[in-house]
């Protein structure tokens, strides 16, 4: 296994002292390990795309969700094959390490690249390509507009109180979904898509998604449900959070969505808005380092 990467380290990071020691200690320890800091919008991609052109195949995201799915998207848009992402995580929710088990403790999240990486799934959406979770819906207006100060001070607990004082504003979205052996239309509240398990700080929209099982699980809320309790359900961290019973559920390896008005579909941070979306999983499409025994593993 060739010992050479790129960590694209987010901007607001540059000063962690813990993931310089980790950089440096790699580096005695034979890696050739190369570092990047994003200074503003795009960086992420070019800068992969520029490590690829200089030969790269294993790229670090340092940073959250967010920083994950521009360097997937990067990754998968090269149309190279046998490239490897690992994830150094340092956002607010670090929804995909959460749920895969890879360590918060920079050092110990670098140690598992001596590890050999996992082949997973990649979801595409129209032209765009996600790792983790694609959310819409009311669920998607409130992470979306949930205040960084606000995240850093109570971490995923600022969804659940952005979401319950905009409740009144709540209005249910209209959709068509259709897939192998699946249709369901109507009005809806949130709408989770996963190739892995949580998004938004926890919310563990698809509790039971594999990230190597040429699936996505969807996950959707229909509008007559509780309202009161579906918001508290939808923002709730941890466990299932009482979620159980109130979502229609399915597994598919391809989905269409149809909405009568354009509709904001949030990738990983990265918001698409049509009226029509073509969901595709891509099986074991790109390597993804991860602990021996992650949950997110078939």
């Known amino acids: 296994m060739e010992r050479k990467a790129l960590l694209i380290l987010h901007g607001k990071q540059a000063a962690n002292q813990a993931v310089r020691k980790a950089v440096m200690q790699k580096r005695k320890d034979g890696w050739d390990l190369a570092v990047r800091v994003t200074w503003e919008g795009g960086d992420a991609e070019r800068y ?4 690829l052109e200089r030969g790269y195949r294993t790229i670090i995201a340092g940073g959250g969700d967010g920083s994950v799915r521009d360097i997937t998207q990067a990754l998968m848009a090269s149309g190279k094959e046998d490239l490897t992402l690992a994830v150094i995580p340092l956002g607010t929710a670090n929804d995909l390490a959460s749920a895969a088990g ?4 920079p050092a110990e999240a670098l140690a598992l690249l001596d590890r050999p990486p996992t082949a997973v799934d990649v979801i595409q959406v129209n032209d765009s390509y996600f790792l983790n979770m694609a959310t819409g819906g009311f669920g998607t207006e ?9 995240k850093e001070l109570l971490g995923g607990a600022a969804y659940l109180l952005t979401g319950l004082t905009r409740f009144a504003e709540v209005r249910p979205a209209e959709g068509e979904f259709e897939g192998p052996d699946f249709h369901w239309q109507g009005e809806f509240l949130a709408l989770g898509i996963g190739n892995s398990r949580q998004a938004g700080g926890g919310q563990r929209l698809c509790p039971e998604a594999l990230i190597d099982d040429g699936l996505m699980d969807v996950a959707i809320l229909p509008s007559e449900v509780d309202l009161l309790a579906s918001v508290r359900g939808l923002f709730r961290s941890g466990d ?3 979620k159980e019973g109130l979502f229609e559920r399915a597994r598919l390896d391809r989905l269409t969505i149809r909405t009568p008005e354009p509709m904001h579909l949030n990738l990983d941070g990265e918001p698409l808005e049509d009226t029509e979306f073509e969901l595709k999983v891509l099986p074991r499409a790109l390597q993804l380092v991860l602990p021996k025994d992650s949950d997110l593993l078939s």
């Open 142 to 150: 409130v992470t979306t507009q949930t205040s960084e100060d606000l």
């Open 48 to 51: 992969t795309q520029e490590a």
């Open 240 to 242: 299932n959070g009482g």
């Open 102 to 105: 890879i360590p918060e403790d």
